[in-house]
């Protein structure tokens, strides 16, 4: 377990996440398809937003998902998740492993999401 750092292209949305990126994985849902990301799940306490929340903006009408997007510079930077991939009632943070400093994102080997069928 390492603690990253991560934020937003323009810098205004500043946050860590302590993970081992054990599980990164890209999902086909119609959101994601578009936004191509890829994404690690952590426990909700594994994440801390140190700075940005007046930056964030939300989309997507789903309870269980919501989706903060930096309004400035338009990245997404994570989700916060009302379960976890186990379908379990813990919160967890979905992260763009993009936003990651020291994260070579295209040596990761992301399994697929089914999420156009399991959302
Ligand atoms: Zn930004």
Do not use: W
């Not at 119609?30 to 801390?48: D, K």
């Amino acid at each position: 377990m390492k603690t990253y750092s991560g934020h937003c292209h323009c810098g205004a949305v500043h946050f860590e996440v302590d993970t081992d990126l054990a599980a990164p994985f890209r999902c086909n849902c119609s959101l994601c398809a578009r936004r191509g990301t890829t994404i690690q799940i952590v426990p909700a306490t594994h994440f801390r937003l140190l700075s940005g929340e007046e930056s964030l903006t939300r989309y997507g009408s789903r309870e269980f998902s919501k989706h903060f997007f930096c309004r400035t510079c338009g990245i997404q930077c994570f989700t916060r998740l009302t379960v976890n991939l186990k379908l379990e009632n813990e919160p967890s943070v979905g992260v763009n492993l993009g936003c990651l400093e020291g994260v070579d994102v295209g040596a990761l080997k992301p399994a697929t999401f089914d999420g156009a069928h399991l959302l």
